[in-house]
């Protein structure tokens, strides 16, 4: 199974602050860890929400919302995309990670990534190939 690793924006992270020398090796330790094991698919950070957009619908109208935006515990940080053989595994694997943000408490969400067979008869032949012709 895939399952998406959210690190959740801090006040820090959303003002810009940068890790420290020694955070960035923590990390790239754990990240090299995770590759070594067949884990980690990717993985980035994310700048603050202040250098982001948002697209809004309504119907057939779209509206462009500049950053930056409210609710710090509801921003995304960062992401890892995990190959895991189930989410217990992928619990077990985020309990070893470095505090993404230390100094401040800090919060990773696990959900895991739709698979095809998740969508059942909906997903079709037809598709199934052109899911395949896009990931090619």
Known sequence: MKVMV???ATKNSEAGVMPSEQMLAEMGRYN????EAGIMLAGDGLHPSAKGKRIR???DKRTVVD??????KELIAGFWIWQVRSMEEAVEWA?????PMPGEESELELRPIFEP???GEAYTPEIKAQE???RA
Do not use: Q, Y
């Open 57 to 59: 619908f309504s119907g």
């Open 95 to 99: 309990r070893r990670c470095p505090a």
């Open 132 to 134: 395949d012709r896009i």
């Open 6 to 8: 959210i690190v959740k």
């Open 32 to 35: 090299e860890e995770l590759v």
């Open 67 to 72: 950053g930056p935006f409210a609710e710090t």
């Open 117 to 119: 067979e998740d969508f």
